[in-house]
């Protein structure tokens, strides 16, 4: 089962067709929520959510503006299109049962 934080990240990097740096998926996620999450909690997030194979981390070349420093980037795997798909089916179930519009 996700939490929404862990939902949102997942659809921003579905969003992002693709890898996504830590930076992209926070320019995905602010444009869908309206903030920008802290980079702390993004990190914990995907960190948790690399443990579940939910994501998966590449790490690039290292970039002369960033001081030699690598990016990371990040993918969604099968497993974790699955679990988004299943808590997308959970809230459409539950929606139904208590008559929400839309459900």
């Keep these: 089962m996700l939490g929404q934080f ?4 997942l659809f921003a ?3 992002a067709k693709g890898e996504a740096t830590t930076s992209m998926i926070c320019e995905i996620y602010e444009k869908d929520v309206g903030r920008e999450p802290s980079y702390g909690a993004l990190y914990t997030c995907l960190d948790r959510m690399l443990e579940k194979k ?3 981390r590449r790490k690039g070349e290292p970039e002369p503006q960033k001081g030699g420093k690598a990016r990371f980037f990040y993918s ?3 497993g974790g299109r699955q679990a988004l798909l ?3 089916h959970r809230y459409k179930t539950l ?4 008559g929400i519009v839309g459900a």
């Design 76 to 78: 969604i795997t099968g």
């Design 6 to 9: 862990e939902e949102r990240v």
């Design 95 to 98: 929606s139904g049962k208590l």
């Design 86 to 88: 299943d808590s997308v």
């Design 54 to 56: 939910f994501v998966t």
């Design 13 to 15: 990097l579905v969003a």
